[in-house]
């Protein structure tokens, strides 16, 4: 099944990339066939847009949350100069 005409729309009033969409669209399918027991029908597809969406929704939150968490620091004081830890 091709991916749905607004899954660029979705993407982008997500905040997340077309590319995340795609993934999210492909779990959204698999969960709907599961859940309908067939790859055809209204309900398979009412499942797989409404499932499409929430997945969107939840890795816009999860970057969010990402982005908002302070990066680690990278740098380390050494109590010594490099150079006296590497002759001994």
């Known amino acids: 099944m091709q991916a749905p005409k607004i899954l660029p ?4 009033k997500a905040g997340i ?3 995340e ?10 969960e709907a066939a599961v859940h309908a027991g067939a790859r055809s029908g209204a309900t ?3 499942v797989a847009v409404d499932r499409f969406v929430a997945l969107a929704h939840a890795r816009a939150t ?13 740098t380390r004081r050494w109590p010594r100069p ?4 590497c002759a001994g």
């Open 9 to 12: 729309w979705v993407a982008r």
């Open 17 to 19: 990339t077309e590319g």
């Open 21 to 30: 969409a795609l993934d999210a669209w492909q779990h959204a399918l698999a």
């Open 44 to 46: 398979f597809h009412r």
């Open 62 to 74: 999860m970057r969010a949350v990402r982005a908002a968490r302070p990066a680690p620091s990278t």
């Open 82 to 85: 490099v150079a006296q830890l």
